[in-house]
């Protein structure tokens, strides 16, 4: 018998192979640390840990709740309802091209906005809805490691340098602050298109049309065109200086154009089936002037400093910033190791490698070879202009700037957006330097050829490293300034911040002499791996505040004021939110409609919304009701009108009702571990709530404490209402909402106090007696307004509201908006009158009556059932000022007329009737028509060519 003696393999003995090991690691370190627990199933990426700062969840989540991470709502209160409500409908066989739920309904399925159509939204439709948002972000990783790999891989960069600049761009500060919004998901694709433009710079390859074609695609149907435009741009840029450094030719050049511009049209055709509906959607309803932007000033050179110390401008994610923008929109870290390995790939030159051919190479070999050096010619000098073109725009502004912000896109958004190229361009840049920095061309080989180079090489070479230094100084120069603007509270804290970051980068400067300085293979492979230490540490550290695990179990959970409003409300019901009572998305996850929103609403919604409340719309998607405006919230005749049966509010907000004035505090009584309780003096009649004197300064506990409070009656002893609440603390007026509205005028009752868990005295002001002051909010006859719900919330049910469907037997016109705003807030407006904006074909009947019934239907449509007397109106109170609905009677097309300003009308003769109004996303078969052509086209194109290549190798066989 012989013995087999195996050997290492070919790579695992390589120099670079140790190094190439550590990148991958750093990399997978990363993943591990920050989306560990959501990829094994223990936690959730979506962090609704924030749920516990919104009624009725901090009741629910107590202290068990909370987030180190207080910027990101926006995902919880429309990205994930919205997509979690189309995933479950498609489930059950229902494309929901219309939710039915937020701020009277807006589109959904039919466009792009939550990202839901992207490739790397998969998850969303086939795993648990907790565990998706962990596998969405994995996927964005995935994706970027792909698409670096192959760029970099194009340009000749050493395997080591792929993952470090995978790494650095899933952790910059975009990728990371924008997690679990579309952005991210269109920003992933980056390297995949860059990529692309670089293949259809260099190769002039046909075939390079579905290459740009695919990143396009892709990137569009992420769900934010604006990242596209910037991308598109720099791309732009990018492909320009490619072309004519690779080809030197104006016929390569325009070919290679074609090619480019080409793909991007293929892109474009493929996503037409989104793009039309969001074109037509975007003309009619969104208002992008909130987003204009003029001038020259860029994002500023405080979140510029952000890029090497990430606490700058606020203090990680915890809410305390002292930026002029919200974190998100400014937060740039990459990591002070990314700027040296920038400086890295500008100053170390690789080993130079001459590749000979022989002499009996074929035309193809040779072809090939040329090609592959076009790959690489002054490709680190092209990024190198182009980031540094993209900082002056971006982050300096300037004149540059102000010519920029006049293209399309650009002049709608604001540019802090456009940070993402700037960032990716970074990263491959970095990437670049490690990889070099892998395969090194030793230092002294480098003194010696700058001693033989000629006089114009020397002063390039000079010049670079003038430039490398001049950014250095311009680096500490930046860092200082910024250090002026902090609060004096946090200056400690980031000066140790500072010089942590200062530490950081004179090591890896080190670790780069190290390694560019000695052929030890051990000690270079060491310096290198301190290098990867240092780009993944920081990067792990800095993301963790911003990526909070939360319990799976925090994912929308159920409370008992949502599970209140599940039960008792109908199709003909809406509720309204104030402040921060209930996620504003909430509705769509839960299924119930609402007055409010977070979403693109139309101009005649924002009309009579901002008629209700002036000062509502504090961005031009997010609508929730004044707290303080309960008492006219509860009387607002335009509420009646868009079938507001229930109002929502915190447990604390200000009371519905006719405030009776409390008699003077002249002292206090302090509720201890001892004693937990009070009564209040001696008081009669129905109410709503009351309000009590808490602490002169608030009293916290670290678990929170519960207060309860029951009216009880004198005579009897019997608890006529009652309510108990988590509370983190008390201090100063307490509002406390009770069911009490139903106590008869003549009944005594007084207030019974209790709060428990305090580990401090809780002062409560009493009176003379000892007896709690407070101060009652009746209930008002006309208003109709009684509390239904306490606790976790409170929940008023509005006596007043009319059907969200229903019956009009007169109308009254109305051409002028201040007209139609007048009228619908005037209460004596009779019940069965719609208010129309141009006089009507018909004339209704004046005694006529009807009995409307709704008819199941999916959330597309409605459909109702009606018996009538005569000749009259069915009013639909739903946000339909838009393209896409239509209207039959009994199957057969009819008129939808404007009614009530926001809604429709339908006119209805006498008997029995089915009306039903559909919605179809505007332009959406259109665009479907579009994408499948273009796909036909383009599957039939690929299989003609490989059929043809197929026969003529056959022939030359």
Known sequence: MSTVTSRPSTWIRRPSAWIEIIAWAALAAFVVATLGPALTGHATFLNTGLLSRYTPWAQTLGA??????????????????????LVRLAHAGVFAAWDPYVAGGTVLGGVPDSGQWSPLSLPWWILPLSYAPGAVKFLEIVVITIGMSLLLRRWGVPRAGWPIAALLYS?????????????????????????????????????DLLSVGGAVSAMLLGGFPAIVGYALFFGGVFFLARTIVAHRSLLRVLASA?????????????????????????ASVVDFSGRAQRGPNGL?????????????????????????RNPVEEYSFLGVAA??????ALLVRPVLRPVTLPDDATDAERDAATRRARRTVGTVWVVAGVLAFSVVVVYLGGPLLTLVRELPVFNSNPIGRARCVVLFLAAATAGVGF????????????????????????VGRVAVVLVVLLVAVGVALLTFRALELVPEQYVHATKLEVLVVGVLGVAAVVAVLVVWATRNR????????????????????????????APASTFFPEAPAITYLQDHMTDQDRYTTTGNATLLGAASYFGIRSVTGHTFQTREWKQLMRAVDPDTYPTATYLTLEPNLMPQLAESGILDRLATEYMIADPSAPLAGKTEAAPERTTWTDLTADRTTIESASQRGPLNGITFTGPPATTLAPGGMQLTVAVVADDSGETLASTESWVPGLGGPRNVALQGSDIPDDTAWHLVLTVTGQQSVVPIGTDDDGKAVISIARPVAADRVSVVHTGDATIYQRGNALPRVRWASSAVVEPTTEGLLRTLADQSLPDDTVVLSERPVHRADADATARVTLEPSDVNSTVARVDATGGGWVVVADSLQRDGWSA?????????VRADSVGGAVWVPAGEHTVELQYHTPGIREGILLSAVTAAVAAGTCATVLLLRRRRRRRTT
């Not at 039959?888 to 939808?896: H, I, K, S």
């Open 258 to 282: 074609g090619i480019a511009v080409g793909g991007i049209v293929v892109g474009v055709l493929l996503t037409a089936w989104q793009l039309v509906p969001f074109a037509l959607n975007a």
């Open 888 to 896: 039959t009677v009994d199957g057969e097309p009819t008129d939808l």
């Open 435 to 458: 990889g070099r920095l892998t395969d090194a061309e030793h230092l002294r080989g480098e003194l010696a050829r700058f001693r033989t180079a000629s006089p114009r090489a020397r």
């Open 64 to 85: 068990d709740g909370g987030s180190t991470n207080v910027y990101t709502s926006d995902p919880l209160d429309s990205n994930a309802p919205q997509t979690s409500m």
């Open 171 to 207: 952790a910059s500060g975009f990728m990371v602050a924008w997690s679990n919004w579309p952005q991210t998901r269109v920003a992933a694709f980056l390297p995949l298109l860059f990529w692309a433009i670089d293949r259809a710079a260099v190769e002039l390859r046909k075939r």
């Open 522 to 549: 051990v000690v270079r492979t060491v310096a290198l791996g301190a290098v990867a230490a240092m780009v993944a540490v920081p990067a792990i550290t800095a993301t963790k505040p911003w990526w909070p695990l």
């Open 339 to 344: 700027l040296v390995l920038v400086a890295a």
């Open 300 to 324: 500023g050179q405080v979140p510029l400093v952000t890029s090497w110390v990430p606490d700058i401008s606020f203090a990680q994610a915890s809410g305390a910033a002292w930026g002029t």
